[in-house]
């Protein structure tokens, strides 16, 4: 693996393992679950060469990153308090943000909560869709009651803990593949799937062999030794917050995206169907003063920067070159 510059920043109320590298102005890339600073490998250096300061951290509970105990810790409150932190760490007054997977909302509630520390906000795979008038775990158990999904099996702390602990390396590689734009529909089992609502997140989930060709064995294995690391309970701890979040963010039934802001997402991408019959990247343009692009990458699933890294770096790069 090609050698980085980490360093540990303390926000204020966490220290952050970072990834930080580059001058000009700064960009703060925040990743998603279950990932790390290493989702973002394919961008630091493209972005280093077009002139920016790029800091990639490890998100609270992930990686080398400090990881609280409570769930609490891990409400939008605390983690989007991390990115302004760690912009005000860096000695910076403003960053342009881009987040993935949860990374996303983080980077959008970011802008909206710290509107003179947000140059520009882009976000993959997860739009920005305000706050509706009840907490989003609420929807879900609407819509999911009678199957599987993944975000109500994570409720019950220790559960997927014990699961997803048992063989990380494995958890990576199903999890991965399940999300992706190389599996079949009759073999999804990650998101939108016909599994029994008694069922657990790797039930019948396939274990790719070969493995995609974004994802290496060295891939792997450094996730898979982050994890056996750090555990799953903060990561986790992020999808027991939405009660938490709806209460404490009411100011997002109404402010919008007021920044330049692109969103980037794989066509195949199981959370744009989260809500069976409609695509989600068709609801978020009322949330949004000034959206520039919605790049919809053909064949990419999930995880869009590692497996569409040339297509998403040059959506990133013209729109920075546009700022």
């Given at each position: 693996?090609?050698?980085?510059?980490?360093?540990?920043?303390?926000?204020?109320?966490?220290?952050?393992?970072?990834?930080?590298?580059?001058?000009?102005?700064?960009?703060?890339?925040?990743?998603?679950?279950?990932?790390?600073?290493?989702?973002?490998?394919?961008?630091?250096?493209?972005?280093?060469?077009?002139?920016?300061?790029?800091?990639?951290?490890?998100?609270?509970?992930?990686?080398?990153?400090?990881?609280?105990?409570?769930?609490?810790?891990?409400?939008?409150?605390?983690?989007?308090?991390?990115?302004?932190?760690?912009?005000?760490?860096?000695?910076?007054?403003?960053?342009?943000?881009?987040?993935?997977?949860?990374?996303?909302?983080?980077?959008?509630?970011?802008?909206?909560?710290?509107?003179?520390?947000?140059?520009?906000?882009?976000?993959?795979?997860?739009?920005?869709?305000?706050?509706?008038?009840?907490?989003?775990?609420?929807?879900?158990?609407?819509?999911?009651?009678?199957?599987?999904?993944?975000?109500?099996?994570?409720?019950?702390?220790?559960?997927?803990?014990?699961?997803?602990?048992?063989?990380?390396?494995?958890?990576?590689?199903?999890?991965?593949?399940?999300?992706?734009?190389?599996?079949?529909?009759?073999?999804?089992?990650?998101?939108?799937?016909?599994?029994?609502?008694?069922?657990?997140?790797?039930?019948?989930?396939?274990?790719?062999?070969?493995?995609?060709?974004?994802?290496?064995?060295?891939?792997?294995?450094?996730?898979?030794?982050e994890f056996a690391r750090s555990g799953f309970r903060g990561p986790l701890n992020r999808y027991r917050n939405f009660e938490r979040d709806f209460e404490r963010l009411p100011e997002l039934s109404e402010k919008k995206i007021g920044q330049p802001a692109l969103f980037i997402a794989g066509k195949k991408d199981p959370?744009?169907?989260?809500?069976?019959?409609?695509?989600?990247?068709?609801?978020?343009?009322?949330?949004?003063?000034?959206?520039?692009?919605?790049?919809?990458?053909?064949?990419?699933?999930?995880?869009?920067?590692?497996?569409?890294?040339?297509?998403?770096?040059?959506?990133?790069?013209?729109?920075?070159?546009?700022?």
């Amino acid at each position: 693996m090609q050698e980085r510059h980490f360093q540990s920043i303390d926000t204020g109320s966490v220290k952050l393992r970072a990834v930080v590298e580059g001058e000009g102005p700064l960009v703060v890339m925040v990743h998603g679950w279950p990932e790390s600073w290493y989702s973002w490998r394919h961008q630091i250096d493209p972005l280093v060469a077009a002139g920016y300061r790029v800091a990639v951290p490890d998100v609270r509970g992930y990686g080398g990153s400090d990881k609280p105990e409570a769930i609490e810790a891990y409400d939008l409150t605390a983690l989007t308090d991390d990115v302004a932190g760690l912009i005000d760490a860096l000695g910076e007054s403003e960053a342009i943000l881009i987040g993935h997977d949860w990374g996303a909302p983080i980077v959008w509630v970011t802008a909206i909560r710290y509107p003179d520390k947000v140059k520009a906000v882009a976000g993959l795979s997860v739009p920005h869709l305000g706050r509706g008038d009840r907490p989003t775990i609420e929807v879900f158990k609407e819509l999911y009651k009678d199957r599987f999904f993944y975000q109500l099996y994570f409720q019950e702390p220790g559960v997927a803990e014990a699961e997803l602990e048992a063989d990380p390396a494995a958890t990576i590689r199903k999890v991965y593949y399940s999300a992706s734009g190389d599996i079949t529909d009759d073999e999804r089992a990650f998101g939108a799937s016909g599994k029994s609502a008694d069922s657990t997140l790797l039930e019948g989930a396939i274990d790719p062999d070969p493995l995609p060709t974004w994802l290496s064995e060295e891939d792997v294995a450094y996730y898979a030794g982050e994890f056996a690391r750090s555990g799953f309970r903060g990561p986790l701890n992020r999808y027991r917050n939405f009660e938490r979040d709806f209460e404490r963010l009411p100011e997002l039934s109404e402010k919008k995206i007021g920044q330049p802001a692109l969103f980037i997402a794989g066509k195949k991408d199981p959370v744009l169907a989260f809500m069976p019959g409609i695509s989600l990247a068709d609801l978020m343009d009322p949330w949004y003063e000034d959206l520039r692009g919605k790049v919809l990458i053909e064949g990419g699933g999930h995880w869009i920067q590692q497996e569409k890294p040339e297509e998403t770096n040059a959506a990133l790069l013209s729109w920075l070159a546009g700022l």
